[in-house]
Every structure is written in C-alpha cells, then in structure tokens.
C-alpha cells in the first residue's frame, strides 16, 4: 500500500506532467486547490472541466478518485476517468490502464490485450 505523501507525490507530479490542453485560469484554479490541500474544491473543479471533455482535468480528477484526496477512494470512477483522459492521448492516463491490466489493477480482471493496447497507444503518441 502507498504512503499518503508517495501518493501525494506521485499526484503533483502527474499534476505537472499532464499536457496543456484547457483554459490556464480554470485549471489553474484546480491546481491551486490541490497544492493548498482543498482537494475537494479540486474535485469539484476538475469535475466541471472533465465532464465539459477536457482531457487534462479528467486524468486529475482520476488521479483524486484513485488517491482519494477529496473524495473516497473509487476505483471504478478512477478507470472511467483514466480511460477518457488516455482515449485523448494523455500518456500519464495511458501509462495507469497499461499497467492496471498488465497487473490487474483497479479491480479490474488481467487483459494482457488490453495492457499491449494501451502500451502501443503510449508509445504512438
């Protein structure tokens, strides 16, 4: 099991990694949220921008639901989430559904296809 501060790590450096894809005042507001600690104004903004298609905003919303920062932890919305942001070539989100079904993460069942699916995808964008 991860420590919260790995967590917290691994979470602001997906944070920085993500590529620009939304207006920089709305998602500067969530990213402002997470840094201070108020991960539930994060989830909320993030889910405004996510559910409106962006990509970036879905792979952190994924991100709090998988670390449950802000919410409790669901691995059902972080899958439903990763998958939106990965289907618009976030590498990150790409990254999380080829090693989920490599090893079975997430709750979800080993699909050895699916794993190479998304490796190919992260290695073609």
Same mark, same amino acid.
């Given at each position: 099991m991860m420590n919260s501060r790995a967590k917290k790590i691994i979470f602001a450096l997906a944070l920085v990694t993500a590529p620009l894809q939304v207006s920089a005042l709305d998602y500067a507001d969530g990213y402002d949220a997470v840094w201070s600690g108020d991960y539930s104004k994060? @989830? +909320?903004l993030f889910q405004l921008l996510a559910a409106d298609g962006d990509a970036r905003a879905q792979f952190n919303l994924a991100m709090l639901y998988h670390?449950?920062?802000g919410v409790q932890p669901n691995e @059902? +919305? $972080?899958v439903k989430w990763y998958k939106r942001a990965a289907e618009q070539g976030v590498k990150e989100a790409q990254a999380y559904l080829a090693v $989920?079904? +490599?090893e079975g993460w997430f709750g979800? !069942?080993?699909d050895l296809t699916? !794993? +190479?699916y998304w490796y190919t995808r992260l290695e073609e964008s």
């Open positions: 994060a @989830v +909320e670390s449950g920062n @059902v +919305e $972080a $989920a079904f +490599e979800l !069942a080993r699916k !794993a +190479e």
